[in-house]
């Protein structure tokens, strides 16, 4: 191909992405045999052209942006590339480049000088898959000098194009966390991000694919995943102290698991889910059960979805029939559509609500 795209230093010095003050963006990439070259996959923006100088290095500066993370690639005469100049890239189904915007006073997903936890990880032999699984667990400011002290966890899982470092590289989790805690809006809590793929995805996909797969994720983490993090973390082991949520995919594994197993979890999180269909009431029994008793049913059940997400209407029909069952639950319709922004926003608002009442 004769479009060249290097970070060789035989090049010239390039800064790319280089954010400015005023939340503007300049994009920068080496490619001296190219005809066009675009920035592409900014939220909200079209394919941005770039210009060549007579070094042969194409440019275009956008914006102002709102304060987000930003993914993008580039175009070069058709074929995509991430940006040879940004080492912080999104990646597992699809790889894209990430910037970030940042503004004041700072969001809660960005960097702040406050106390941080540390992100373990894990590779252990599953019951749900051939092989293993890995994850990740977030712990705490202060976990390594609290002897003693036992925390709540949160089971945190990733979308159908991810894996179990997504909600920590693009999502912030733990940076979101730091910084709730750092306000006393959130508990000091154990986060557990583990991967949401038990069964193997094949191409084509099988059309029974995500009904094995979700199958298989809760065997996983009721069998494998939560005794792992009990015998080997300083935790509480009932319900009360145990919350599951997720995105997307892993959005309709959280409520299927915490709502099909309310003996496990206390606090349920659905966040632009693949939301439960079919024979709801068969499903959940043992929910429904728990509500007609009174007795059992999950302090907090939160369902988020945007307006332009395409996962409204299934979403809206899983809601309708949790009030028609009178299951107590929370629905939140915002703004935004199927996109990392939106559920950064929902983890923000959700962890404050998490264990209230419950002492450390």
């Known amino acids: 191909m004769a479009a060249a795209v290097s970070s060789s230093a035989a090049y010239p010095d390039i800064q790319s992405p280089q954010v400015l003050p005023d939340g503007r963006i300049t994009f920068r990439v080496f490619a001296p045999n190219a005809h066009a070259v675009e920035v592409k996959g900014l939220r909200h923006l079209p394919a941005q052209p770039m210009a060549k100088d007579g070094d042969g290095v194409w440019s275009v500066t956008v914006g102002p942006l709102v304060p987000d993370v930003y993914s993008y690639t580039f175009d070069v005469d058709g074929a995509t590339f991430t940006d040879p100049h940004n080492r912080r890239t999104k990646e597992w189904l699809?790889?894209?480049?990430?910037?970030?915007?940042?503004?004041?006073?700072?969001?809660?997903?960005?960097?702040?000088?406050?106390?941080?936890?540390?992100?373990?990880?894990?590779?252990?032999?599953?019951?749900?898959?051939?092989?293993?699984?890995?994850?990740?667990?977030?712990?705490?400011?202060?976990?390594?000098?609290?002897?003693?002290?036992?925390?709540?966890?949160?089971?945190?899982?990733?979308?159908?194009?991810?894996?179990?470092?997504?909600?920590?590289?693009?999502?912030?989790?733990?940076?979101?966390?730091?910084?709730?805690?750092?306000?006393?809006?959130?508990?000091?809590?154990?986060?557990?991000?583990?991967?949401?793929?038990?069964?193997?995805?094949?191409?084509?996909?099988?059309?029974?694919?995500?009904?094995?797969?979700?199958?298989?994720?809760?065997?996983?983490?009721?069998?494998?995943?939560?005794?792992?993090?009990?015998?080997?973390?300083?935790?509480?082991?009932?319900?009360?102290?145990?919350?599951?949520?997720?995105?997307?995919?892993?959005?309709?594994?959280?409520?299927?698991?915490?709502?099909?197993?309310?003996?496990?979890?206390?606090?349920?999180?659905?966040?632009?889910?693949?939301?439960?269909?079919?024979?709801?009431?068969?499903?959940?029994?043992?929910?429904?059960?728990?509500?007609?008793?009174?007795?059992?049913?999950?302090?907090l059940i939160w369902i988020g979805v945007g307006r332009d997400d395409a996962l409204l209407e299934r979403n809206s029909k899983f809601e309708a029939w949790l009030g028609a069952r009178q299951v107590p639950h929370e629905w939140h319709v915002t703004d935004g559509g199927h996109e990392w922004p939106v559920w950064r926003g929902y983890l923000t608002e959700f962890l404050p609500k998490l264990f209230g009442g419950i002492a450390p």
């Open 94 to 299: 699809s790889n894209e480049s990430m910037v970030e915007v940042t503004g004041t006073p700072a969001p809660a997903w960005a960097w702040q000088s406050v106390p941080h936890g540390v992100i373990r990880r894990h590779v252990i032999p599953s019951v749900a898959r051939v092989g293993s699984v890995a994850f990740q667990v977030y712990t705490p400011p202060g976990f390594e000098r609290h002897e003693g002290r036992q925390y709540p966890v949160l089971y945190l899982l990733h979308g159908f194009g991810d894996e179990e470092t997504a909600w920590a590289t693009v999502g912030r989790a733990n940076v979101i966390a730091d910084n709730l805690i750092a306000a006393h809006r959130a508990v000091p809590l154990i986060i557990v991000m583990t991967n949401g793929h038990p069964v193997p995805i094949t191409t084509p996909r099988a059309s029974d694919y995500g009904t094995r797969n979700n199958e298989a994720m809760a065997r996983e983490v009721l069998n494998t995943i939560i005794p792992f993090i009990e015998s080997s973390y300083p935790v509480r082991r009932d319900a009360s102290v145990r919350a599951i949520a997720g995105l997307s995919m892993g959005g309709g594994q959280s409520l299927e698991i915490g709502l099909g197993h309310p003996e496990f979890f206390g606090w349920v999180g659905g966040f632009s889910s693949g939301a439960p269909s079919g024979d709801l009431d068969g499903r959940f029994a043992t929910l429904l059960a728990a509500q007609a008793r009174k007795s059992g049913v999950p302090r």
